[in-house]
């Protein structure tokens, strides 16, 4: 079970940013994918979640309206569309799953918000 993200960078308040999450070793449409981020000195916090099935979705108040999961299952890719971006947005962003009882984390990657 591998997870990658990608897609992050420096970008400044306002602008937008697409993070994707490229999966292997297990079929994406049989499970969720979260999107997490940490900032220096926080803890990791959830950000938004897409379902295996029904492709409900969950978001974080502090990007709701602003943040939009997607997933291909055909690329086995889940993507995070990020605009509006601020400062407080700046973090390192992870993927996430959980197969039988066990959580996977991919690489993080780096997204910076200049003011």
């Known amino acids: 079970v591998q997870l990658q993200a990608s897609g992050g960078g420096l970008v400044q308040a306002g602008g937008s940013l697409r993070l994707s999450c490229a999966v292997s070793?297990?079929?994406?449409?049989?499970?969720?994918i979260g999107w997490f981020r940490q900032a220096p000195g926080k803890e990791r916090e959830g950000v938004s979640c897409?379902?295996?099935?029904?492709?409900?979705?969950y978001y974080a108040d502090s990007v709701k309206g602003r943040f939009t999961i997607s997933r291909d299952n055909a690329k086995n890719t889940v993507s995070l569309q990020m605009n509006s971006l601020a400062p407080e947005d700046t973090a390192v962003y992870y993927c996430?799953?959980?197969?039988?009882?066990?959580?996977?984390w991919g690489r993080g990657t780096q997204v910076t918000v200049s003011s």
């Open positions: 996430n799953t959980r197969l039988g009882g066990r959580d996977y």
């Open positions: 070793g297990f079929t994406l449409d049989d499970y969720a």
């Open positions: 897409i379902s295996s099935t029904v492709d409900s979705t």
